[in-house]
């Protein structure tokens, strides 16, 4: 369903009781809502959970910033190697208005907060300028943007800003697959024809690759969230993967030691992606850092 949030069009899921408890889902750069796997939410509804997904601003159905048109990426990572600041049509604080904006919407005082990748750093936000708002934290395989985290390598970084050889379904399904084969899980490699399905299907629901170039600029013009992060007073999970190459794992452990009373569970052969095999062992850790928030 689409809701106004933060005054912009934003695309909700809403599943399970009214009643239960809410957890909002934070999807990560250029993902939509449906990046949550439907498994995923029916472990969490189980759990105990009313389970919101949400379409970032410039992803999925929700509404664009195509006015903005296409940034330039090569020398938005050039100001940002060199130090310098870097506009961006909108920001991450902004993105977490909007996350905000959808509790409000669905007149939600508090919720269960999980973040992947970037939706991780959207949530950072969250946590540490609504913190009324955020019963448990959850960061997944995402970062404090310090730049003394070390980065991905340049095969990771060139394959994250390539292109599709075309614009048909297809090209762009074989392009995302081969990204993702890079920086997925590898001891969890997901079954090829099932991947393409969802791949597909995502294609088909909504493209918009200038409006991840639009979501990847705000991630540069953030820069460096540690000085936020002791702000958080959240219960705080973080989950991050042993092989992870685009978020190495430096970076959970960085996110552990800055923000108070955090607890992390470091993932064997998990990359940056969410491998069925792990849906319920995240599940968990979600459920469990909700208890300590209830005790």
């Known amino acids: 369903m689409q809701i106004v949030a933060n005054g912009i069009g934003i695309e909700v899921d809403d599943q399970g009781p009214a009643n239960a408890e809410p957890l ?18 029916q ?16 992803a999925g159905l929700s509404q664009s910033f195509d006015h903005h048109g296409m940034p330039g990426l090569a020398i938005g990572a050039l100001r940002h190697a060199l130090h310098l600041p870097v506009t961006a049509p909108y920001g991450l604080h902004d993105m977490a208005a909007d996350a905000v904006g959808v509790l409000d919407a669905l007149n939600v005082q508090q919720a269960h907060v999980c973040g992947a990748s970037l939706g991780g750093m959207v949530s950072q936000h969250v946590a540490a300028r609504h913190p009324q708002r955020v019963k448990s934290l959850t960061l997944m395989m995402t970062t404090s943007g310090s730049r003394k985290l070390p980065q991905p390598n340049w095969r990771v970084q060139k394959a994250l800003l390539s292109r599709p050889d075309g614009k048909d379904p297809d090209a762009v399904v ?9 920086i997925g899980s590898p001891a969890y490699p997901a079954e090829p024809e099932a991947l393409r399905r969802r791949l597909l299907a995502s294609v088909k629901r909504s493209y918009r690759p200038a409006g991840t170039a639009r979501q990847l600029m705000a991630v540069a013009a953030d820069g460096d969230r540690s000085a936020m992060l002791p702000l958080i007073r959240s219960p705080t999970q973080i989950i991050h993967g042993l092989a992870d190459p685009l978020v190495l794992v430096a970076a959970g452990q960085d996110l552990a030691a800055r923000i108070q009373g955090a607890r992390i569970d470091l993932v064997p052969g998990m990359g940056h992606d969410l491998p069925v095999q792990l849906l ?3 599940a968990d850790a979600i459920a469990g850092i909700a208890a300590i928030a209830r005790s």
């Open 24 to 41: 909002l889902l934070i999807m990560g750069l250029g993902m939509q809502l449906i990046g949550w796997p439907d498994d995923f939410v």
């Open 43 to 58: 472990l969490l509804v189980s759990r105990g959970f009313r389970v919101i997904r949400m379409d970032n601003r410039d």
């Open 174 to 182: 074989a392009h995302l697959q081969k990204l993702l084969a890079l």
């Open 280 to 282: 319920p062992r995240f």
